[in-house]
Nanobody
Framework: EVQLVESGGGLVQAGGSLRLSCAAS????????IGWFRQAPGKEREVVSC???????DYSDSVRGRFTISSDDAKKTVYLQMNALKPGDTAVYYC??????????????????WGKGTLVTVSP
């Protein structure tokens, strides 16, 4: 059974930092695209960042320069280091995986597996 389990969310003051983890199991951690997505109250879910098995990374304009995505293939874990957090970053953060040779984070509907999410709350 494929599982993605997020952890590391919590309450932090503006300007603070958090590191989210996404632990994967049940699939070969070889060709993949793993993304972090977030959904704020009353808003649509949006992509935050993506990392591919070839090491390529991408970020949304709203987090570029503040967030860093990384992966530890040996641990089958993807991290999202979030610095300089703002109240606007408050959301439930999900990780999702697209596996296979042409994997991508471009289309949320194309992601094969999703975690249940972890809540990040940034206070003013």
């Amino acid at each position: 059974e494929v599982q993605l389990v997020e952890s590391g969310g919590g309450l932090v003051q503006a300007g603070g930092s958090l590191r989210l983890s996404c632990a994967a199991s049940g699939f070969i951690f070889d060709d993949y695209a793993i993304g972090w997505f977030r959904q704020a109250p009353g808003k649509e879910r949006e992509v935050v960042s993506c990392i591919k098995s070839d090491g390529n990374t991408d970020y949304s304009d709203s987090v570029r320069g503040r967030f860093t995505i990384s992966s530890d293939d040996a641990k089958k874990t993807v991290y999202l280091q979030m610095n300089a957090l703002k109240p606007g970053d408050t959301a439930v953060y999900y990780c999702a995986a697209d596996v296979g040779v042409f994997s991508s984070c471009e289309f949320q509907g194309g992601m094969d597996f999703w975690g249940k999410g972890t809540l990040v709350t940034v206070s003013p």
